[in-house]
């Protein structure tokens, strides 16, 4: 049966370091960064559990495609829902003056469409997903409105994936607790 988990918490919180102790012991796990770099403390954990267990993981950087790249696999992470939403938005608007309501409810049904087809497809393999995400429900009310706007459409596009998760979770200060499942 596919499994769909979702991790989010402040910055800096331990949610991909506890994303992949989730599945260290899997192989083939599938890691979709969309950031083109990655923590060297994640890479080098990574890269010890590989070896230390014989198995290989597939790392992809500046991830894109993420429905195809996902076809037939097991196990995967999507490392961050943050990251992906805020492509999205670059892409949809350059110009962060031109943004309004209409294209605030655009950007966020077309993120909630792509990360549904992805775990339709999940689904379908029969994998398991888990997706890493910021939360920015705490923090304060930023000052520039293109950030609010940001935080908005994070904030909509988070609530909608942990609602149609099986497991949702919550990190802070590098402790992560179950809050749904």
């Known amino acids: 049966m596919a499994k769909i988990s979702f991790i989010t918490g402040g910055a800096s919180s331990g949610k991909t370091r506890w994303a992949t102790a989730f599945?260290?012991?899997c192989d083939n796990v599938l890691y979709m960064s969309i950031a083109g770099s990655m923590d060297?403390?994640?890479s080098d954990r990574i890269k010890y559990n590989c070896?230390?267990?014989g198995i290989e993981w597939d790392i992809q950087l500046a991830a894109e495609n993420l429905t195809e790249l996902i076809k037939y696999r097991k196990f995967s992470i999507l490392d961050n829902l943050g990251a992906y939403v805020n492509r999205i938005v670059t892409q949809k608007c350059p110009d962060s003056d031109k943004m309004d309501e209409t294209l605030r409810r655009e950007i966020e049904k077309y993120a909630i469409d792509e990360i549904t087809g992805l775990i339709e497809?999940?689904?379908?393999d029969n994998g398991n997903l888990l997706i890493?995400?910021?939360e920015l429900g705490?923090?304060?009310i930023p000052e520039k409105e293109e950030q609010r706007w940001f935080r908005a459409i994070l904030g909509h596009v988070n609530q909608r994936i942990a609602n149609?998760?099986?497991e949702v979770y919550l990190s802070a200060s590098g402790i992560s607790f179950k809050i749904k499942g």
């Open 121 to 124: 497809q999940v689904k379908e």
């Open 40 to 42: 060297k403390e994640i």
């Open 23 to 25: 599945f260290e012991a």
């Open 164 to 166: 149609i998760s099986n």
């Open 132 to 134: 890493i995400s910021t």
């Open 51 to 53: 070896e230390s267990r």
């Open 138 to 140: 705490f923090c304060p």
